[in-house]
């Protein structure tokens, strides 16, 4: 099954977002030009000296214009400026109690919680959006630390289990590989481009009380309407080129995720029958994120937001194409093509190959499938995943999913498991004997069970109920858990890896939000002194007191990343797993391609015994998530 480049998906985001602001450039020249001369035309400035040039005229417009788009576009950026949650509530979503006991919700939450461990990022806000009957859902976010995942209610109430994995398969690619933080950027593009229209409508009900030329700025308010409309169309054009073909590429990567096309070949047919459409006044703005289009169109398909939903099935299920072209059902010719009782080990030939996902790899992983591995969680990886919800005890479980319990849980995860030790660690926090310190304590006989693999997806599991922890709730828990960690004055990678993965993803109340911080891309080679740090400390914490075998693992490293014999490995006493952290910020800020030769680099590294560690996969999907590149269940955890 082909793999889906990660690294190159969100390269090519980027460069989708260059062309979106050349796009908006134009799309802006040309509102210009045409108010400046429906202007001259209607306000009779043309009479004055100067005929129809008017430098005065058109320096008065271009100002307005540009004052009246860049003011919309700050003010719907910023009401967006939270994440992915308040792209869900403007739609009218309702949040998903993590613990809840409704049967459709938990049903939802389980099949996100599922792919979030699967492809090692926190579990993301779920929303529901109750009163849509249409057939639709989308991601949004600016990146997996505010993510959100959103379904209509007609899409509980139609699709099955199975279907449902689908789309939710296909909203996290969308996750993973960069859509959603250009899809909140062309939120905000275009609201400011519609926006001219309002002031049109102003002009309209205010002109008549001009007696002196109240005519004029009449004609002026409805042409400035039709001129918006105009940057309507522009910018659905803007919408369509920005989202079609990356609605394939997630279509894809659900029948990859899932190895059931007729997961998401199913849910697509169901659509196409019982329609998508999302009644909210925000749904047009909106349309380009959906999993199908919401708005009902009427001009044709120049300006829909995604491929036709035939083209869609025929894609994921192409036996299905001579069907559809006798006009048979969809959902008759998905029945056909993969009835239910084979579906699983559908590969979308024609013919129903049942196939069991392999199992995890354990021991050994190669750089290339390291590599491929991020963002491109495989069926085995989901499957391993629903085994290690199902393995976990029930009561930490519940435990993650109450905001009342969550801090406690993750207080555990950091507590020494020897009585003794425990309470001399316990001495560093000033309110050890609080109610949650007690309760924390009351679990850790509990996580003596667990594996060191579900460790950290036992933290991604509880950072939605954290989130909704009121934020001097949040700065406390980031302080203790931090205190508990470096009480012997040092870190284990599990421990850096909890403390990073709180930090990124349970906000303090001085969090910056994520749409103002930068993300302009830099060289890795601008940053080899952080390099020679990351895989320094990699080389170190695999070689376990070894010289000789660290000297060989940083080497290793060096050779992947290819820059000669420029780096050179540090001192394991001056290199603690504390020394990453002033290395981290600057490597965030590497392009995507980059990015991959860094992880391949660290991977290396970990892999010169031909063994992935425990500490070394904690270390490794630590730093992966800290560069927002997921590592799915890594072999060795």
């Known amino acids: 099954m082909t793999t889906m480049d990660f690294f190159g998906h969100q390269q090519r985001a980027r460069s989708a977002s260059k062309w979106l602001v050349v796009l908006f450039i134009a799309a802006v020249i040309a509102i210009i030009a045409l108010i400046y001369v429906v202007a001259i035309v209607t306000l009779n400035v043309s009479d004055v000296r100067g005929g129809f040039w008017q430098p005065g005229v058109l320096l008065a417009v271009t100002g307005g214009v540009l004052a009246t788009v860049v003011i919309a576009m700050i003010y719907k950026t910023n009401q967006l400026s939270q994440g992915g949650g308040a792209v869900a509530r403007m739609m009218g979503g309702r949040l998903v109690d993590p613990g809840t006991t409704d049967l459709q919700d938990r049903t939802l939450h389980n099949i996100v919680e599922e792919m979030a461990i699967a492809s090692g990022i926190p579990v993301p806000e779920v929303y529901v959006l109750d009163n849509e009957n249409g057939l639709n859902a989308f991601a949004a976010g600016w990146g997996t630390d505010d993510a959100a995942v959103a379904v209509t ?67 002026f308010g409805l042409a400035l309407i ?24 997630a279509d894809a990567s659900a029948v990859q995720y899932t190895r059931n096309p007729r997961g998401i070949g199913m849910a697509l047919a169901k659509i196409g029958g ?121 009561d930490l479980v519940a435990a993650a999913h ?84 470096e009480a012997d004055d040092e870190l284990s990678p599990f421990e850096f890896a909890l403390l990073k993965t709180l930090e990124k993803h349970v906000p303090s109340s001085t969090a910056v939000p994520p749409s103002r911080r930068s993300t302009r891309p830099s060289a890795l080679t601008h940053h080899l002194d952080e390099v020679a740090t990351v895989l320094s400390v990699l080389a170190h914490t695999g070689a376990e007191g070894d010289e000789t075998a660290a000297t060989e693992a940083f080497a290793q490293g060096v050779r992947e990343l290819g820059v000669g014999n420029s780096l050179t490995l540090r001192p394991m006493a001056g290199c603690p ?17 980059g990015k991959r030769n860094l992880l391949a680099a660290c991977a290396a590294a970990a892999a010169a015994d031909g063994v992935i560690s425990a500490a070394e996969a904690d270390l490794l999907r630590a730093l992966a998530e800290i560069w927002n590149c997921p590592i799915p269940l890594v072999a060795g955890e």
């Open 153 to 219: 209610r007609g899409l509980l109430d139609k699709l099955d289990r199975d279907e449902l994995q689908g789309v939710i398969a296909h909203e996290f690619s969308h996750v993973f590989h960069g859509d959603m933080r250009l899809n909140i950027r062309l939120m905000g593009v275009l609201f400011g481009i519609v926006c001219l229209t309002t002031i049109g409508r102003i002009l309209l009900h205010t002109g008549g009380g001009n007696r002196k030329n109240g005519g004029g700025v009449v004609v």
């Open 274 to 394: 019982l329609g998508a459409v999302v009644e909210n006044a925000h749904a047009d703005e909106a349309s380009h994120m959906m999993f199908a289009d919401g708005v009902q169109r009427f001009i044709g398909g120049a300006f829909a937001t995604h491929p036709p939903i035939g083209d869609r099935v025929v894609r994921v299920l192409p036996s299905v194409a001579a069907a559809l072209k006798k006009g048979e059902p969809m959902t008759a010719a998905v029945d056909a093509a993969a009835p239910p009782n084979t579906a699983k080990g559908f590969t979308g030939g024609g013919a129903a190959a049942p196939q069991t996902p392999p199992p995890l790899p354990t021991g050994s992983i190669g750089r290339n499938e390291f590599i491929q591995s991020v963002g491109d969680p495989q069926p085995q990886h989901v499957a391993a995943a629903r085994e290690l919800l199902a393995e976990l005890p029930l």
């Open 577 to 593: 797993i504390t020394a990453l952290e002033a290395s981290l910020d600057g490597l965030a800020s590497i392009s995507p391609l």
């Open 226 to 249: 039709i001129i918006g409309w105009l940057g309507v169309l522009f910018a659905r054009l803007i919408q369509a080129a920005v989202s079609r073909q990356r609605e394939f590429l």
């Open 402 to 485: 109450d905001r009342s319990r969550a801090g406690a849980l993750v207080l555990a995860l950091l507590m020494e498991r020897d009585p003794t030790a425990r309470d001399a660690q316990l001495e560093v926090l000033p309110d050890r004997d609080t109610a949650e310190i007690q309760a924390a304590r009351m679990f850790v006989p509990s996580l003596e069970e667990v594996e060191q693999r579900a460790l950290l997806p036992l933290v991604e599991m509880a950072i939605p109920a954290l989130r909704t922890s009121s934020p001097a709730e949040r700065d406390h828990l980031r302080r203790s858990a931090r205190a508990l960690a």
